[in-house]
């Protein structure tokens, strides 16, 4: 029996939590907020899986690769897409109803997918219904667990859940993760011992102004994993979906409405994608994304317009009830008008480092979901591939329990280290950083479209940026005073990220560097310990190509056969 910790309750930390509980292991699910809070809960568009007849993994595989601008890593891909069937089905089984009609499953088409292959849940409510069945399954283990101890029956094994505790740090005993410090519903610290940490915490949506994320993701579990010591990797390519409806809480407005047929113009009213790529609205979602940008920017700022008007009321309103109402609140009748659409942050593609098992550099530490980087969506993500993403790695992680206890497991990887306080070290009760010039400052130089210029300049702004003495006190000011210093220190590791790739490629686009090069096609690992490279020109800069095997196929079978 193992001391598992699960830290966030989105699709990732819930099937952790209930994986870990039936294999018998103690476990302790902590979230931020209430249990159903997460950024699984706004998914719209669905879950991505080769489960159709005209499908096939490879098709799925190689859109996903495609999607990923060279940088997936394929071992990861074929293990997303060979595993994902399974895991849906898994799904169905917790309780997910996904939608149907007279054929079966129904099945949405997104872009740059080549086949109609993502299901969805209560028409553009996917992650909703993911959720609550989800939510459902932990209760239930959670109030069995309860009565058995009650009886005397079970004595430590089964699931507690602690809802509204904070993970602030982790705990590191001889290069191990031994547990965490937690900041409970009290306003007090507290430690938790565990023999395995598995992170499920999500992004980091509120290091920008315009995101389709909840306010809960403050990108805690990657800012704790990298002050541990964990490798981090990736971080310069957030994924900005295209289309957010350009309204107070930008709402999302799903890649599938596009996948109907819904169309982009600009102000004049011109479709200008068709411009731009021969798959036009349904082209990769970064090509999507930077198009909006500079129509956006030539409309001096204005939002460009998303045409669903042929679609018909009956359609957007069954289809996509989710995207109606936040239409309607608006005051916006997408049945008759183009709504005003434009691009926020939406996923981050860096994480914390994990193989192919959930298993971080940093031994007795997981990461699963968006918080970790497996390598599976490269420099851009495949739509629909993150829900499913979460679900395989979580159950592998969870299988992976029963590995012998990993050590550094990215033999072939070179590690570059880099050293910096943490702001962590100046945060207390009531200090605080001006986050909305914090946000401001992401979305103008780390944002959709990038310059080296602008880089440089970010980066001088936030090593002037430090986690200051506000008056007030409270619960919420002290977990607010530890999201801002997360929020810190992950902007300066992404600035410093994207300032050392002297390329553009996926989501990470600069216009000194326009072009993608080949020989930079590949992931750099970071830790702490050394000065962030870029920061002032002078850091101690390795960044180290992988040489790990990674178009190996036995090492994909292997790990498909285990
Ligand atoms: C969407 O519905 O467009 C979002 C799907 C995703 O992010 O994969």
Not at 71 to 87: H, I, M, N, Q, T
Not at 228 to 232: E, R, W
């Given at each position: 029996m193992t001391r598992v910790l699960v830290v966030g309750s989105g699709l990732a930390g819930l099937i952790a939590a209930v994986r870990a509980t039936d294999a018998g292991h103690q476990v302790t699910l902590v979230t931020k907020a209430s249990l159903p809070e997460s950024n699984t809960r706004y998914a719209q568009g669905g879950i991505a899986a080769a489960m159709f007849p005209g499908d096939s993994v490879d098709a799925h595989f190689l859109d996903t690769v495609r999607a990923g601008a060279g940088?997936?890593?394929?071992?990861?891909?074929?293990?997303?897409?060979?595993?994902?069937?399974?895991?849906v089905r898994d799904l169905i089984r917790f309780g997910v109803d996904f939608d149907r009609d007279e054929s079966g499953v129904t099945r949405g088409l997104e872009a740059a997918h080549s086949r109609s292959r993502v299901l969805h849940a209560g028409g553009d409510a996917t992650g909703a219904a993911i959720e609550a069945a989800l939510v459902a399954t932990v209760r239930e283990r959670a109030a069995r667990a309860g009565s058995l101890r009650e009886s005397g029956a079970l004595a430590h094994r089964g699931l507690r859940i602690r809802e509204h505790t904070m993970l602030i740090d982790l705990t590191v005993r001889d290069g191990r993760a031994t547990g965490a410090v937690l900041l409970g519903p009290d306003g007090e610290l507290h430690s938790t011992a565990a023999d395995t940490v598995i992170l499920a915490t999500g992004g980091a949506g509120a290091l920008y102004p315009h995101t389709t994320n909840p306010s809960v993701a403050t990108g805690d579990g990657v800012a704790a994993a990298w002050r541990?010591?964990?490798?981090?990797a990736d971080l310069e390519f957030y994924q900005f979906h295209p289309t957010a409806l350009a309204v107070p809480g930008t709402p999302l407005v799903s890649e599938a409405v596009r996948g109907e047929g819904a169309v982009l113009r600009n102000v004049h009213g011109h479709r200008f994608m068709l411009d731009v790529h021969p798959g036009a609205e349904l082209a990769p979602r970064d090509v999507v994304a930077r198009s909006i940008a500079r129509e956006m920017a030539v409309q001096k700022g204005a939002p460009v317009l998303l045409d669903a008007t042929g679609l018909g009321r009956d359609l957007l309103e069954r289809r996509f009830p989710t995207i109606t109402a936040a239409c309607r609140e608006a005051g916006l009748d997408w049945a008759v008008e183009p709504i005003p659409v434009a691009p926020a942050a939406h996923y981050w593609m860096g994480g914390v480092h994990t193989d192919i098992w959930g298993r971080s550099s940093l031994p007795g530490l997981f990461a699963v979901g968006e918080v970790a980087r497996t390598g599976a969506h490269g420099a851009n993500r495949l739509a629909s591939n993150s829900l499913l993403e979460a679900a395989v790695f979580a159950d592998r992680a969870v299988r992976a329990l029963r590995l012998p206890a990993g050590g550094p497991v990215h033999s072939g990887w070179t590690v570059s280290t880099v050293q910096r306080k943490t702001e962590r070290d100046t945060t207390g009760p009531g200090t605080t950083v001006d986050r909305a010039a914090l946000q401001r400052l992401m979305w103008e130089s780390v944002g959709v479209l990038r310059s080296g210029d602008g880089l440089a300049a970010a980066s001088v702004a936030l090593e002037g940026m430090t986690m200051r003495p506000k008056p007030g006190s409270g619960v919420n000011m002290h977990l607010r005073a530890y999201e801002d210093a997360n929020l810190l220190d992950l902007a300066r590791a992404t600035v410093a990220a994207a300032r050392s790739r002297e390329e553009s490629r996926g989501a990470h686009h600069r216009s000194d560097f326009p072009e993608s090069h080949p020989e930079l096609a590949r992931t750099v690992l970071w830790r702490l310990g050394g000065e962030y490279p870029g920061t002032?020109?002078?850091?101690?800069?390795?960044?180290m190509q992988s040489t790990t095997n990674l178009d190996d196929p036995t090492e994909a079978e292997e790990a498909i056969a285990c």
């Open positions: 940088l997936c890593d394929p071992v990861a891909v074929r293990v997303l897409c060979s595993e994902g069937p399974a895991r541990a010591g964990a490798a981090v002032d020109g002078t850091g101690d800069v390795r960044t």
